[in-house]
């Protein structure tokens, strides 16, 4: 059968999209290689968020197309949002791709296959709000972690984002098939689990039993053998109840790291933005987090150059990072996606939302520093990560951080170590923001 290649663009959740595409594929009789080199087909699986994902995007096609005009490659397929938002645009104005899904169109990768390498031009654009059809995987991250989406879609509507257009109504998968999911992976070495979704904490409202399930499924998922770390991401700050803060404060299994996009905390700009509560429920929720969760450490997302935004609405967010010390914060500027009613809102220019994301990243380094320097002295648990040959070192991350969201850990170790493997670790030092320790004996 033929050589299929994979790409894998964007966010975690596009991730699983791929791999179950990939496990398709080969439950099919394709040949799924690691590198896209000699491949009859390349798949690449395309975000198309803001302007930063789109220019990815375009840059992976286009050398994709590259290799095909050398004869390095076969045909091009394009999955994911970008296809999903630009469905005319990619075939008309890239005549090299070869075909086009729909992100309700995932499911249909092998017939999509067949086709394409049948000199067929493909497009396929299915329901975007269909259920989630169940199938396996083939892990694409270390054996040690993965990430488990929970649901698909969005039903916030959020007036800058274009997700509900690309990924359609929220739907929850149902708790037996995620379970059933979940111990596949542990059975397979698998020692984080990551639970992801576009909202987490809505989980199960669609659902007949129309109610928040996030709780009872952290129960059941913690209650799997082999699991040492479950992290939780995406948790939208509206959604966060009394029983989901004592299942996350009385779980040991539960690493004490949320994840909570707030975007920005001036009250104006949040109603604009139609995001529920104001700046005032984000200090109280946090302060009742940390008061409830001890050793939480909170990672969010801002936007800067928001419509509404002007140095005062801006000054307020500093201050409230400031005020908050929290631990992890990514800063984005501004990025009106046309067909969202953000776009039509008056902002300021993207060279100033630029230069404000810039201004916050600062302001979060000295955070960031102060949060290091009190971590030395301190033996901490890791998870190792793997070996980097450059450095001659191992490293890994403590519950704090989230693989290729976070830092890492630079472990000395004079006897090896096992990727995958826990292990205790003095932090002596801090190198261009990472901690640096040294292996401590059990």
Request: proline share 4%; hydrophobic share 40%; glycine share 8%.
């Amino acid at each position: 059968m033929a050589n299929i290649g994979f790409i894998s663009l964007g966010c975690a959740k596009n991730q699983v999209d791929c791999e179950r595409m990939m496990y398709r594929v080969q439950e099919a009789g394709f040949q799924v290689q690691p590198d896209v080199v000699g491949c009859d087909a390349v798949v690449i699986n395309t975000c198309g968020f803001i302007d930063s994902a789109k220019t990815e995007a375009i840059d992976h096609i286009l050398q994709m197309a590259q290799l095909k005009a050398q004869g390095l490659i076969g045909k091009i397929l394009v999955t994911g949002c970008l296809s999903q938002r630009y469905q005319q645009e990619i075939l008309q104005e890239m005549p090299e791709v070869d075909g086009v899904l729909g992100t309700g169109s995932y499911d249909r990768i092998v017939e999509a296959l067949e086709q394409v390498l049948q000199d067929e031009t493909v497009e396929r654009f299915d329901s975007i709000d269909a259920p989630e059809v169940e199938t396996g995987r083939i892990l694409t991250t270390p054996e040690h972690y993965a990430f488990i989406k929970i649901a698909e879609g969005c039903d916030n509507r959020c007036s800058y984002c274009i997700i509900p257009y690309l990924r359609g109504k929220f739907r929850s998968r149902h708790m037996e098939d995620v379970l059933y999911e979940a111990r596949l992976l542990a059975d397979s070495g698998v020692k984080e689990l990551i639970v992801v979704a576009q909202d987490t904490s809505r989980y199960g409202t669609d659902l007949p039993e129309h109610k928040r399930l996030l709780p009872e499924l952290l129960r059941q998922l913690c209650g799997i053998e082999g699991f040492q770390w479950i992290r939780i991401h995406y948790v939208y700050p509206d959604e966060i109840d009394e029983e989901l803060i004592d299942v996350i404060a009385s779980e040991p299994k539960i690493v004490k790291y949320l994840d909570i996009p707030i975007q920005h905390c001036n009250d104006k700009i949040l109603k604009l933005m139609n995001r529920r509560g104001d700046g005032a429920f984000l200090a109280e929720l946090f302060a009742k987090l940390r008061s409830r969760i001890p050793g939480l450490v909170l990672r969010t997302s801002v936007i800067t150059g928001l419509p509404g935004e002007g140095e005062e609405e801006f000054s307020q967010l500093c201050e409230f990072l400031k005020e908050q010390r929290l631990e992890r914060v990514g800063a984005f500027p501004f990025s009106p996606e046309e067909g969202t009613p953000a776009a039509e809102m008056e902002h300021p220019d993207l060279e100033t939302a630029q230069s404000r994301a810039q201004m916050v990243e600062m302001l979060q380094s000295a955070i960031m520093d102060d949060y290091n320097e009190a971590m030395i002295g301190k033996t901490l648990e890791i998870l190792v990560d793997g070996y980097d040959e450059e450095y001659e070192q191992y490293y890994g991350r403590t519950y704090a951080d989230s693989p290729d969201i976070d830092g890492r850990v630079w472990i000395c170790a004079e006897e090896p170590v096992s990727e995958g493997e826990f292990v205790k670790v003095c932090i002596d030092a801090v190198i261009d923001g990472d901690l640096s320790g040294y292996l401590v004996e059990e």
